[in-house]
């Protein structure tokens, strides 16, 4: 199981957990190794190793698979589904789509859990987006550029595993993530402000080769899928719970964590409305049917 974050970040957790229980599950007959921190693969490359069967089982980030298909990257739009509530529902419009997508490129989907609210971490504060002009972004995501360039920001793609060396070097000065990533990269190090926009919530998905998953006996796929199901649940409330824990953390090492000014949240609803027309333009007739049975659920 190739995972891209620390291995004490929650999803991390919540997977060693998942494995833990197919371990005991199946007594001992199904093991799983988390290899967390990117240690086996770099975050973008975990799907294609997963689809080829390089790793049997990753865990990726949706969001990051914008370009290749814009339904992967539904979850990261700003303010399209910015709360948990409205992520679950999000997820329900997207998973049946996700599935068949996987299926057709020989993987399965085990389960998905959302990252915490995204919002926005700088060294100087923030009044208005025009505040973000020309500052080094990191980037995580094709949606988390776009919103670099909207803004007149500089973008940077650097993902987590790297994110606190590039803040050191200085070769970013913003981003734009979760109170979980703030934490785990010691964001507080090189960053004084949070805006807690609450933005969206990206899903992490995890996933399996499915000729690996097929070479299983039923029972031992049965454990599996009960253990993804039991993690999803759990991986839900636990992200509701690390939101609250690590705002405080924040604070308590010294980060101002700031509610946006009307201003910033207008700017930024603007990027989202952008956002989602540049989206709906791209992801066609799929994309609307999905935009769709989300707004009416
Ligand atoms: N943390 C990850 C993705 C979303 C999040 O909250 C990151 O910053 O790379």
Known sequence: MAAAYPATNFHSVNLQQFADDVDKATAGKLKITVHAGASL?????????VQGGQVQAGEIIFAN?????????????????????ESNKLYAAQKP?????????????LYAVPWPPQGIYTKKPLASAADLKGVKWRAYSPATSRIAELVGAQPVTVQAAELSQALATGVVEATMTSGATGVDSKLF???????DMQAWLPKNGVLVNKQAFDALDKATQGAVLKAAADAEARGFAASQKVNVDTLEKLKAYGMQVVTPSPQLKADMKKVGDTMLKEWLDKAGPEGKILIDAFKKS
């Open 97 to 109: 789509l996700i599935e068949k997508k996987l299926a057709e490129q020989g993987m399965r989907l």
């Open 41 to 49: 693969f770099k975050a973008p490359e975990i799907k294609r190793a």
């Open 189 to 195: 190090e090189n960053l004084k402000y949070y805006y």
């Open 65 to 85: 698979f914008q370009n290749e298909w814009q339904i992967y990257g539904a979850d990261g739009l700003p303010f399209l589904a910015d709360s948990y509530a």
